[in-house]
C-alpha cells in the first residue's frame, strides 16, 4: 500500500514510487511545454534531456500528464514521445483536468495542473522554465494565468526561469506578493524573464544556499500554508537573449494578437510561436537551454531538500 492520496488517479512508473517511498528527491516536470512549447522532434529530445539533467543532478524525473483517465506519474521514452507527436492532445490547467479524467482522453498539463498532480502524488519539487502570469492588458482582459492561482493551493515547491515577458512581469510579482507566495531568486537579485537574465524587477529575496532554500520551505509548510515557494532561477549567460531585442518583437505579437481578437488559452501559444518565428529560432534554442538549466536547478534544490528532511530539517 502506498502512503499517497487518491491513487486511484495517479499512475506512478515504478522508478518515481520507489523513489517516494525510500525519500529520494523527485521533481515532477510538465506537458505542455512538450506538446504546445516546441515543435516535433525537438520537443520529444529536449524532454529526455530535461530528464537526463534532474538524473546528472541525482534526483528522480516525473514528467507528467494525463492518459486513460489517471494522471501519468513518471512518463516513459514511449510516453514522452507520444505527447511530443500525437496531434491535438488539449493543453490542460487546473479546471480542465475533471473533464480529461472523467472522458479517458490525453491532457497536456500546464504548470498550474502539473501541480495538482505532484501535489496528489506526493512530489516536492517542480520544475519548468516559464511559468504564466498576468497578461498584459490584463486590466481589461482579465487574462490572468491559472498558474498564479494554483501557486495559492499546491504545496510544491516551484523551480523556474520566471515568466517571458510576453506577460506583464509587474502586474506578475504584485500578484504573487498579493497572494502570499513567496519568491525567491536562486543565486541572483533580479526576477529572470525566461530567456533574459533579468526582467528589470529586483526578486523580493536573494538565497545562494540550498540548505536554506530547504530550509525556507520547510518553515514556509510549517506556518501551515498549502500553497506554494517559487524559486527562480536565470538563463546561463551564454544563451541569453538581450531584453530590449525581444521588447519591440514581443509589442508587435501583442498588437496582432490583440487585432485578430486571440484570447485565451490560446493566447500564449500564439505569442510563443510570433517571438520564435520573429527571432528567426534564436529564442528556440534560449528557450531549450532554459529549460534544461531550470530543470538541473530544481534537481539540485530537491536532493539539498531530500539531504535536509533526512537530516531532521
Ligand atoms: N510559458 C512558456 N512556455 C510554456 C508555457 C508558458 O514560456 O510552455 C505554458 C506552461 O505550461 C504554462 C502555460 O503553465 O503555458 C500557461 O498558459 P496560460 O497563460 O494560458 O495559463
Ligand atoms: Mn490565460
Redo the contacts with the bound molecule.
Keep these: 500500500m502506498s502512503k499517497f492520496k487518491n491513487t486511484d488517479l495517479l499512475n506512478y512508473s515504478e522508478e518515481v514510487l520507489d523513489a517516494l517511498n525510500s525519500g529520494k528527491p523527485v521533481v515532477a516536470l ?1 506537458s ?2 512538450i506538446s ?2 516546441l515543435p516535433y522532434p525537438d520537443n520529444a529530445s529536449t524532454a529526455l534531456k530535461i530528464e537526463q539533467a534532474v538524473r546528472d543532478e541525482g534526483a528522480i524525473p516525473a514528467t507528467i500528464g494525463i492518459e486513460n483517465g489517471k494522471f501519468v506519474i513518471g512518463m516513459t521514452a514511449q510516453d514522452i514521445d507520444r505527447f511530443a507527436s500525437v496531434k491535438g492532445i488539449p493543453k490542460t ?1 487546473s479546471r480542465d483536468i475533471p473533464v480529461i479524467l472523467a472522458q479517458r482522453g490525453m491532457g497536456a498539463t ?3 495542473s502539473s501541480l495538482v498532480a505532484a501535489d496528489l502524488a506526493g512530489i516536492a519539487f517542480f520544475a ?5 502570469g498576468v497578461h498584459r492588458g490584463a486590466e481589461k482582459s482579465m487574462d490572468i ?3 498564479l492561482i494554483q501557486f495559492t493551493r499546491s504545496k510544491v515547491a516551484v523551480v523556474c526561469a520566471g515568466a ?1 515577458n510576453i506577460l506583464d512581469l509587474g502586474l506578475t510579482l504584485e500578484y504573487l506578493e498579493t497572494q502570499c507566495v513567496p519568491l525567491i531568486a536562486w543565486q541572483s537579485d533580479d526576477f529572470p524573464a ?1 530567456y533574459c537574465e533579468s526582467s528589470g524587477y529586483r526578486s523580493p529575496h536573494r538565497i545562494d544556499d540550498a540548505t536554506q532554500v530547504a530550509s525556507v520551505i520547510e518553515h514556509h509548510w510549517k506556518l501551515g500554508n498549502h500553497s506554494s515557494v517559487i524559486i527562480t532561477a536565470p538563463v546561463n549567460k551564454e544563451d541569453a537573449i538581450d531584453r530590449e531585442e525581444v521588447e519591440g518583437i514581443i509589442r508587435i505579437a501583442a498588437e496582432q494578437a490583440e487585432r485578430e481578437g486571440i484570447r485565451g ?1 490560446g ?2 501559444p500564439y505569442l ?1 510561436r510570433a517571438v520564435a518565428k520573429a527571432t528567426e529560432g534564436k529564442t528556440v534554442k534560449a528557450n531549450m537551454s532554459v529549460l534544461i538549466s531550470n530543470a538541473a536547478v530544481g534537481a539540485r534544490l530537491a536532493v539539498a531538500h531530500a539531504h535536509f528532511l533526512k537530516n531532521g530539517g
Design positions: 510538465e505542455t511545454v504546445h512549447g490547467t500546464t504548470v498550474a519548468s522554465a516559464g511559468i504564466g494565468s491559472a498558474d517571458k525566461f488559452p493566447a500564449t510563443m
